[in-house]
């Protein structure tokens, strides 16, 4: 299995607009939210999903609106994965 991203931004047939996560819940299978990143710091899309318990405050977008998204009250298992926030297609 390689360990390269799948597509990188110079090679994209899109305007590369930068990375974001996506925030799912695991058990509920439920949408969590978005958060915009500045960096990939793992694989895109499945293969560099991560998983774990949040139980912290974690401020995320649904469409255009910001909330947070409070996890304090008990813990939820979610599952974040990286993907590229695209533009229009290059000419």
Same mark, same amino acid.
Request: charged fraction near 25%; hydrophobic fraction near 35%.
């Given at each position: 299995?390689?360990?390269?991203?799948?597509?990188?931004?110079?090679?994209?047939?899109?305007?590369? !607009?930068?990375?974001?996560?996506?925030?799912?819940?695991?058990? $509920?299978?439920?949408?969590?939210?978005?958060? =915009? &990143?500045?960096?990939?710091?793992?694989?895109?899309?499945?293969?560099?999903?991560?998983?774990?318990?949040?139980?912290?405050?974690?401020? !995320?977008?649904?469409?255009?609106?910001?909330?947070?998204?409070? $996890?304090?009250?008990?813990?939820?298992?979610? =599952? &974040?994965?990286?993907?590229?926030?695209?533009?229009?297609?290059?000419?």
């Amino acid at each position: 299995m390689s360990t390269e991203p799948f597509q990188t931004p110079e090679n994209l047939p899109y305007e590369f !607009l930068g990375y974001y996560e996506e925030w799912h819940d695991i058990i $509920a299978n439920k949408h969590l939210g978005i958060c =915009r &990143v500045e960096k990939a710091d793992r694989l895109l899309g499945v293969q560099g999903a991560i998983e774990f318990k949040c139980t912290e405050a974690v401020p !995320l977008m649904k469409g255009h609106k910001e909330y947070v998204f409070n $996890a304090s009250r008990r813990s939820i298992k979610v =599952r &974040v994965t990286l993907q590229i926030l695209c533009g229009t297609i290059k000419k």
